[in-house]
Protein backbone atom coordinates (compact mmCIF):
# COMPACT_ATOMS: atom_id res chain seq x y z
CA UNK A 1 0.00 0.00 0.00
CA UNK A 2 1.08 3.17 -0.37
CA UNK A 3 -0.14 7.04 -0.44
CA UNK A 4 0.78 8.81 -3.63
CA UNK A 5 0.84 12.92 -4.62
CA UNK A 6 0.07 13.79 -8.13
CA UNK A 7 0.28 16.44 -10.44
CA UNK A 8 -2.05 16.68 -14.01
CA UNK A 9 -2.15 19.11 -16.92
CA UNK A 10 -5.72 19.66 -16.21
CA UNK A 11 -6.73 23.14 -15.46
CA UNK A 12 -7.85 22.38 -11.24
CA UNK A 13 -4.08 21.10 -11.02
CA UNK A 14 -2.58 24.24 -12.48
CA UNK A 15 -4.39 26.08 -10.36
CA UNK A 16 -3.36 24.62 -7.03
CA UNK A 17 0.17 24.30 -7.65
CA UNK A 18 -0.04 27.80 -9.06
CA UNK A 19 -2.01 29.02 -5.52
CA UNK A 20 -0.23 26.85 -2.96
CA UNK A 21 3.01 27.89 -4.69
CA UNK A 22 3.88 23.66 -4.98
CA UNK A 23 4.90 20.32 -7.08
CA UNK A 24 1.46 18.67 -6.48
CA UNK A 25 -2.20 19.06 -6.47
CA UNK A 26 -3.68 15.93 -5.65
CA UNK A 27 -3.67 12.80 -2.75
CA UNK A 28 -4.08 9.60 -3.08
CA UNK A 29 -4.03 6.30 -1.09
CA UNK A 30 -3.36 3.02 -3.67
CA UNK A 31 -3.66 -0.74 -2.82
CA UNK A 32 -1.04 -2.47 -4.76
CA UNK A 33 -2.52 -5.53 -6.68
CA UNK A 34 -0.49 -7.78 -9.60
CA UNK A 35 -2.88 -6.06 -11.98
CA UNK A 36 -1.64 -2.53 -11.78
CA UNK A 37 -3.28 -1.26 -8.07
CA UNK A 38 -6.20 0.11 -6.90
CA UNK A 39 -6.38 3.97 -5.97
CA UNK A 40 -8.72 5.43 -3.70
CA UNK A 41 -9.05 9.36 -4.05
CA UNK A 42 -11.53 12.34 -3.57
CA UNK A 43 -11.55 14.38 -6.34
CA UNK A 44 -14.07 17.06 -8.11
CA UNK A 45 -16.88 13.83 -8.61
CA UNK A 46 -16.46 12.72 -5.04
CA UNK A 47 -14.59 10.12 -2.77
CA UNK A 48 -14.63 6.57 -5.18
CA UNK A 49 -11.92 3.55 -6.48
CA UNK A 50 -9.91 4.27 -9.33
CA UNK A 51 -8.14 1.94 -11.55
CA UNK A 52 -4.64 3.15 -10.67
CA UNK A 53 -2.56 1.62 -14.05
CA UNK A 54 -5.31 3.50 -16.09
CA UNK A 55 -4.91 6.74 -13.98
CA UNK A 56 -1.39 6.97 -14.60
CA UNK A 57 -1.93 7.88 -18.41
CA UNK A 58 -3.88 11.55 -16.83
CA UNK A 59 -1.52 12.18 -13.65
CA UNK A 60 2.15 12.36 -12.84
CA UNK A 61 3.22 10.99 -9.40
CA UNK A 62 5.41 13.22 -7.82
CA UNK A 63 5.81 11.86 -4.78
CA UNK A 64 4.76 8.76 -2.84
CA UNK A 65 5.75 7.00 0.27
CA UNK A 66 4.78 3.17 0.53
CA UNK A 67 3.23 1.57 4.23
CA UNK A 68 4.45 -1.31 4.29
CA UNK A 69 1.38 -2.88 6.20
CA UNK A 70 0.49 -6.33 7.25
CA UNK A 71 -2.64 -7.31 5.37
CA UNK A 72 -4.52 -7.08 8.33
CA UNK A 73 -3.71 -3.76 9.09
CA UNK A 74 -4.36 -3.27 5.10
CA UNK A 75 -7.31 -5.33 5.17
CA UNK A 76 -8.72 -2.68 7.85
CA UNK A 77 -7.99 0.00 5.71
CA UNK A 78 -9.93 -1.28 2.49
CA UNK A 79 -12.94 -1.91 5.84
CA UNK A 80 -12.70 2.02 6.80
CA UNK A 81 -12.33 3.39 3.09
CA UNK A 82 -15.49 1.58 1.92
CA UNK A 83 -17.72 1.81 4.52
CA UNK A 84 -17.08 5.55 5.66
CA UNK A 85 -15.59 7.14 2.60
CA UNK A 86 -16.55 5.35 -0.59
CA UNK A 87 -19.16 7.47 -2.36
CA UNK A 88 -19.40 10.92 -0.43
CA UNK A 89 -19.56 14.27 -2.25
CA UNK A 90 -16.38 16.29 -2.85
CA UNK A 91 -16.89 19.15 -0.25
CA UNK A 92 -16.85 22.01 -2.69
CA UNK A 93 -17.69 24.67 0.08
CA UNK A 94 -14.28 23.30 1.75
CA UNK A 95 -12.71 23.85 -1.93
CA UNK A 96 -13.53 27.16 -2.49
CA UNK A 97 -12.68 28.78 1.11
CA UNK A 98 -9.41 26.90 0.94
CA UNK A 99 -9.04 28.70 -2.74
CA UNK A 100 -9.96 31.77 -1.45
CA UNK A 101 -7.80 31.84 2.01
CA UNK A 102 -4.66 30.58 -0.56
CA UNK A 103 -5.13 33.63 -2.32
CA UNK A 104 -5.11 36.30 0.53
CA UNK A 105 -2.15 34.19 1.78
CA UNK A 106 -0.36 34.45 -1.70
CA UNK A 107 -1.12 37.66 -2.68
CA UNK A 108 -1.35 39.22 0.88
CA UNK A 109 0.89 37.36 3.04
CA UNK A 110 -2.16 36.10 5.19
CA UNK A 111 -2.13 33.41 7.26
CA UNK A 112 -4.21 30.19 6.42
CA UNK A 113 -7.01 29.84 9.40
CA UNK A 114 -6.64 26.65 11.49
CA UNK A 115 -9.83 25.91 10.45
CA UNK A 116 -12.19 26.00 7.04
CA UNK A 117 -15.16 27.11 8.21
CA UNK A 118 -17.33 26.02 4.77
CA UNK A 119 -16.30 22.16 5.41
CA UNK A 120 -19.00 19.95 5.65
CA UNK A 121 -19.27 17.11 7.49
CA UNK A 122 -19.83 13.95 4.89
CA UNK A 123 -17.71 15.76 2.02
CA UNK A 124 -14.66 15.13 1.41
CA UNK A 125 -11.43 16.87 0.12
CA UNK A 126 -8.39 14.95 -1.28
CA UNK A 127 -6.21 14.93 1.57
CA UNK A 128 -8.74 13.91 3.33
CA UNK A 129 -8.94 10.26 2.30
CA UNK A 130 -5.84 10.23 4.49
CA UNK A 131 -7.76 10.19 7.89
CA UNK A 132 -8.14 6.12 6.78
CA UNK A 133 -4.36 5.59 6.94
CA UNK A 134 -3.22 7.83 9.65
CA UNK A 135 -3.04 5.68 12.29
CA UNK A 136 -0.30 3.78 10.48
CA UNK A 137 2.01 6.71 9.92
CA UNK A 138 4.02 9.30 11.99
CA UNK A 139 1.21 11.97 12.22
CA UNK A 140 -1.08 9.12 14.25
CA UNK A 141 -1.04 11.45 17.56
CA UNK A 142 -1.06 15.01 15.58
CA UNK A 143 -4.32 16.71 15.20
CA UNK A 144 -4.54 18.37 11.91
CA UNK A 145 -7.15 19.75 10.38
CA UNK A 146 -7.06 18.10 6.86
CA UNK A 147 -9.64 20.41 5.54
CA UNK A 148 -7.11 23.43 5.51
CA UNK A 149 -4.06 21.02 4.94
CA UNK A 150 -2.57 21.40 1.19
CA UNK A 151 -1.80 17.97 -0.34
CA UNK A 152 2.13 19.51 -0.27
CA UNK A 153 1.74 20.42 3.61
CA UNK A 154 0.49 16.79 3.84
CA UNK A 155 3.79 15.09 2.39
CA UNK A 156 6.63 17.50 4.37
CA UNK A 157 4.10 16.77 7.24
CA UNK A 158 4.26 13.12 7.04
CA UNK A 159 8.21 12.99 6.23
CA UNK A 160 9.32 15.52 8.60
CA UNK A 161 7.22 13.85 11.10
CA UNK A 162 9.48 9.88 10.95
CA UNK A 163 9.79 8.69 13.91
Given at each position: ?????????????????????????????????????????????????????????????????????????????????????????YDWGAFFYFCWRGALKKFFARP?????????????????????????????????ELSMTGPHELYLLLTEAKP
Amino acid sequence: MKMIWTKSALPFSKLVRYGLGTDCSHFAIVFDTPAGGLMFESNLLGTHPKFYKSALAHMEVVHQIDLPLHIVDEDEVWDEVVARLDGREYDWGAFFYFCWRGALKKFFARPLPKKNAWAKDGTDLCVEVFSAVKKYTALKDVAIELSMTGPHELYLLLTEAKP
